[in-house]
């Protein structure tokens, strides 16, 4: 049992726990597990450009863009419609998001006139509609940045959370405030948006060795 992942061990204390509890009618007293608790790997800049340069579909490159650039859920990106976009004011809301609550965030400069472009071409109502019927699904959203993960040769597992989690964790190493992070990404809860700073490795990496200063 020494060797099993804790979640596996969890798993068979919580069957016996159960079994003893409502079968033999016994009370027995197993030590809570700890999980791993594991960080994501992050995307570099430089993955992501790479990844856009090799999507040339005009509305899967927007939505790898968007994942990142305005750090949204797959659910948001499916939900959002041509109304929601503000170009004026430069800014994208985001409807009933997590927890129910609605916010704002603002069209990057880098994808400004592409997302304006896509918007006077397309018919529909909603923003990236499927091929099909209806909204694009989870599923496929997860295929395109797959594919454009596979494309660029990245070799670490590539999601689209994983992209909302590089653009807050890219956003944290260039000085940004924790409390405008969490702003962003619509966590009710600043404990959620604090993982970012164990993510982040700018700290570690502007560290100097006291030899530096010989």
């Given amino acids: 049992m020494n060797n099993k992942n804790p979640s596996t061990i969890a798993k068979d204390s919580f069957a016996i726990k159960f079994f003893f509890q409502n079968v033999l009618d016994e009370r027995l007293k197993i030590p809570t597990i700890k999980r791993n608790k594991s960080l994501p790997e992050i995307l570099t800049i430089e993955e992501i450009k790479s990844m856009l340069d090799m999507t040339n579909n005009i509305k899967h ?10 750090g949204l859920r797959v659910s948001e990106i499916i939900n959002l419609k041509k109304q929601d976009i503000n170009f004026k004011e430069g800014l994208i809301k985001i409807n009933l998001a997590k927890g129910k609550k609605d916010r704002f965030v603002k ?4 994808v400004f006139n592409n997302l304006e472009s896509y918007c006077n071409l397309t018919k529909e109502n909603i ?14 959203i997860q295929k395109i940045v797959q594919n454009a993960g596979k494309k660029a040769k990245i070799k670490k597992i590539v999601y689209p959370h994983l992209l909302r989690h590089s653009f807050a964790t890219h956003l944290l190493e260039q000085g940004t405030d924790l409390r405008i992070i969490q702003k962003l990404l619509g966590h009710s809860d600043i404990k959620t948006t604090q993982i970012y700073t164990k993510i ?11 030899l530096d200063y010989i």
């Avoid at 923003?127 to 496929?140: A, D, M, V, Y």
């Avoid at 982040?200 to 006291?210: D, V």
């Fill in 200 to 210: 982040s490795q700018a700290n570690i990496k502007n560290i100097k060795s006291p």
């Fill in 61 to 70: 490159n927007l939505i790898i863009k968007l994942l990142y650039d305005c």
């Fill in 127 to 140: 923003l990236f509609p499927s091929n099909r019927e209806g909204k694009l699904t989870i599923k496929s």
């Fill in 107 to 110: 069209i990057p400069d880098s």
